[in-house]
Structure formats: structure tokens, C-alpha cells
């Protein structure tokens, strides 16, 4: 850069482009997990326009500046230009008061300007401010979108951040471009993993009675669990968004969590609440084609999950049990789906088996807080010395996962379904030492967060499950 160039100051924008993500909607999220009550307020704040709700919600919540998912590269270029004794502005539509507080965290910048309640700083408003300040040429500007398309005109140079092609040849009609900062590079993948495709697996279990009442391979009732299963894993994917969203500060502080492209700012908060109502609308737009005892087990399965997520994840050992449930409720959509009989059977040795997978869920979270150094609650409600009560607790209900299935194999209901229901007691030793195993992988520390997907990638499980599968075909 030539020296007379130096003096030029840089004005930075802030959401989208020195962080990546949105200010207010995050201040929102916290503001409506925090107080609802409040939350039901915005539509009165926004009466007197965007600024004024801007600086109600800044002055109720506070954004923790330190765990926000800043654009890194940009700070690394804005770092160096300070070295340099470069002049660099924060000049933002988000409110002042978050504005300054992200200055003070950075301390990259000599001036903050933000919304001040009255005054929205976006657009045509942030053109102007600088114009005044500056002149005509006599700055250079740090922006994201098309809002920022007046800025930049009368700018004597851009950056440009995470800008698609389209708007970075119209902002290189009229402004110098002088550095360009790339957005996500994988949007397909960022994609996948936000709506956590590879939890679909899950919803297999919306098979399992009709596997268990020997109907899985007539196409009626297959295509019908096809379908509820479908409707079950966009409606799963939009709760995991949802829970991510309410999430995202202790998702950022979490040694692997903060990978995710919520909470690590690889997927926009917008684009999040697009994929939300997308995946619901489809999920029960299917739903409509199926029985409507299905709809409405769909329906509480949205209601568990979104209580979930706000409130009885902080309850300890409610969770567990709302997780177990949750397992559950996809056996149940299996059979309201096709109208297969109910087996208290089945449901009742799901209830034991996903309770002990739902505590070690629990269970390998403290191990690693544990392990970490972590003295502090890893969640509202559990806390370090809990772990040994889990475990027992754990070990407990897959044992009497076992017992169920034992006093099943030796029941009259076994009998009308097998011809040699004797060949089934082999199951109960192959229960026994899947669950026993994978409890030992645990308190050894080999699994590490849902032992569902654990247990899809683990060779000796697709072992037991095949030696089960056998048999229970020899025994038909």
C-alpha cells in the first residue's frame, strides 16, 4: 500500500463482516431464553422502529462479546494495519452499546459508531455519516451485503467479505476492490452437518415393529414407515437446529460443539430459521399422507424437543428421560404410522435400553469434564460427582433391558411369531454383552458423545446385531 494511502482510514462493518454472525438475533435468541415475558414486547419496541427495538434489546441482554465467532482472517488483516498505525473505525447498524463493548474486546478500533435508538446506521444512513466525516473518496470500507452497496460507492476502496460473485462485480463497477475475503467454502457440507443428516440413522427404529411383528417386507406397510421416517428426520433436523440456536453460547465454549457451523458461524442465523420452518412445513406436509394418530405423535415429538431444548435439559434426570422418550416416541410413530399392533414388549424394553444410552449420553460428558479439568457444572443440574450414580444408574436399566427381553423370549406372546421360540434365548446373551461392552468402552473413555452414533461406527456392533438378526430369522 503507498504511504499517502496510509492515512486513508478503514471503517469496518460489524455482523457478517467482522463477525459472522447477527448481533441482534443472537440478543434476541438469549432475550426470549432468558425472558419470555419480555420477548413479548419486541412487536411494541419495533412500533417505533428498528433502532429504538435495537437499543431496548441491548440494554436487557448481555451478548457475551468474548464467544462470538469473529471473521478471522479480517482480524488477522485489521491486527496487522494497527501495527501499522492504520486508523480503523467500527462503523455498524447494531446497536452502540454492543458496538462498543465489541470494541473494547478487540481494541482494534480509535472510533465505534452504532444505531443509537433514534437512528438506524444502515445503508444510506452509514453513507452519509461517512461522507460527512471523511468526504467523498476518503475512506475505505469493510462491508458483507447489498446494504452496504451505498457505502461502498462512496468509498475510495472495498473489502468485501464472504460476497457472492454477483454483488462483488457490481461493487467493482464503481469502487476498487481491494481485498476480497471468502465466506464458507463447503455450503453442501456446512448444510449436512447443521441438519446433523447422519442422526437420520436414528429413525430407523420407526421400522422396528414392523420387524418385530414379521411385516417388514409386505410394500404397504413399508412404503408407510418410509414415509414416516422421512417426516420424522426434517422434523429431528429442524429440533437439532433449534436446540443449537438456544445453545450457542455454551456450544462455544464446548471443547467440540464449537465446531458446529451455528455456533462456529459457518451457517447464518437466518438461513438457520429458513431451514427450521422449511424442514417443519415438509415434515407434516407428509405427515397429512399418513394416519392422523401419526400427526399427532409427530406433533409431540415437536413439543418434547422444543421443551426440551428451552427448559427440561437443565432438569437432571428428566433429560435423561425426555432423550429415552424420544427414542420411544419413534417406535410408537412406527406403529401409528402403519397400524401395526402395539407390543408392551417392545416398548417396554426400549424404555430401559435408551435410558441406559441416554445416561451415558451423561455419562461420557462429565468423564471428559473430568478428564479436562473441568470443575465446574458441565450443565445446569449435573455436576462432577455425579458420575458414579450415573453409571449405576446406567448399568441398572440395561440389565433390566436384558431381563424384559428374557421374559418376552419366554412368554406366550413370542409364540404365534416364532416356531422355534427356544433359539431366541440366545439374544439375551448377545444384549447382555453389547450393552455390557459398550458401558466398558465408556468408563474406559473410547466413546465420546451419543452412543447411538457410537454404536453405528463400531464394527463389533454391526457383529452382535448380525448374529441377532440370524437368529431371529432361524427361530421363524
Not at 444502515?122 to 471523511?134: N, P, S, Y
Amino acid at each position: 500500500m503507498k504511504a499517502n494511502e496510509q492515512d486513508i482510514p478503514l471503517c469496518i462493518d460489524l455482523d457478517g463482516t467482522l463477525l459472522k454472525t447477527d448481533t441482534l438475533l443472537e440478543s434476541l435468541i438469549l432475550l426470549f431464553r432468558h425472558e419470555p415475558l419480555t420477548f413479548l414486547r419486541l412487536p411494541w419496541w419495533m412500533r417505533r422502529g428498528k433502532a429504538h427495538l435495537k437499543r431496548r434489546v441491548a440494554e436487557r441482554v448481555h451478548l457475551p462479546v468474548d464467544r462470538l465467532p469473529y471473521h478471522r482472517d479480517l482480524l488477522r488483516f485489521l491486527q496487522e494495519e494497527k501495527k501499522n498505525d492504520r486508523r480503523i473505525l467500527l462503523v455498524t447498524a447494531a446497536d452502540d452499546i454492543v458496538a462498543k463493548r465489541i470494541s473494547a474486546h478487540t481494541g482494534l478500533f480509535t472510533e465505534t459508531f452504532g444505531s443509537d435508538g433514534q437512528k438506524n446506521l444502515r445503508g444510506e444512513a452509514k453513507a452519509a455519516l461517512l461522507e460527512g466525516r471523511f468526504g467523498l473518496k476518503g475512506f475505505i470500507y469493510a462491508g458483507n451485503s447489498r446494504w452496504d452497496l451505498p457505502v461502498w460507492e462512496k468509498a475510495s476502496q472495498a473489502i468485501v467479505v464472504g460476497a457472492k460473485p454477483s454483488l462483488l462485480k457490481r461493487i467493482e463497477n464503481h469502487t476498487p476492490v481491494l481485498r476480497a475475503f471468502s465466506g464458507a467454502s463447503s455450503s453442501w457440507m456446512i448444510l449436512a452437518r447443521a441438519l446433523r443428516l447422519h442422526q437420520w440413522i436414528k429413525n430407523i427404529l420407526i421400522f422396528f415393529p414392523l420387524i418385530t411383528a414379521h411385516r417388514i417386507f409386505e410394500p404397504s406397510f413399508f412404503l408407510h414407515a418410509s414415509a414416516a421416517a422421512l417426516s420424522f428426520s426434517l422434523a429431528a433436523s429442524a429440533a437439532y437446529l433449534v436446540n443449537d440456536l438456544f445453545d450457542l453460547q455454551e456450544d462455544r465454549l464446548h471443547t467440540w460443539k464449537q465446531d458446529r457451523p451455528l455456533s462456529a458461524g459457518d451457517l447464518s442465523l437466518q438461513h438457520a430459521l429458513f431451514l427450521i420452518i422449511g424442514c417443519m412445513l415438509v415434515s407434516f406436509l407428509i405427515a397429512t399422507t399418513l394416519p392422523f394418530a401419526f400427526v399427532v405423535v409427530l406433533g409431540t415429538y415437536v413439543v418434547l424437543t422444543t421443551l426440551y431444548s428451552l427448559i427440561l435439559k437443565r432438569l437432571p434426570l428428566v433429560d435423561t428421560f425426555i432423550l429415552a422418550g424420544l427414542y420411544i416416541l419413534r417406535i410408537v410413530a412406527g406403529h401409528a404410522a402403519t397400524h401395526v399392533a402395539y407390543s408392551a414388549w417392545l416398548l417396554l424394553f426400549a424404555l430401559f435400553l435408551f435410558f441406559s444410552l441416554a445416561l451415558m449420553k451423561r455419562y461420557t460428558e462429565l468423564y471428559f469434564a473430568r478428564s479436562e479439568g473441568i470443575s465446574t457444572l458441565i450443565r445446569e443440574g449435573y455436576s462432577l460427582t455425579d458420575i458414579e450414580h450415573i453409571r449405576i444408574f446406567g448399568a441398572v436399566s440395561a440389565s433390566l433391558a436384558v431381563l424384559v427381553l428374557a421374559l418376552y423370549v419366554n412368554s406366550e406372546a413370542v409364540r404365534p411369531l416364532y416356531r422355534l421360540p427356544q433359539i431366541l434365548w440366545l439374544l439375551c446373551p448377545l444384549l447382555l454383552y453389547w450393552v455390557s461392552r459398550i458401558w466398558f468402552l465408556a468408563a474406559r473413555g473410547e466413546i465420546r458423545g451419543d452412543p447411538i452414533l457410537f454404536a453405528v461406527r463400531d464394527p463389533m456392533s454391526y457383529v452382535v446385531g448380525g448374529i441377532a438378526a440370524i437368529t431371529m430369522l432361524a427361530a421363524t
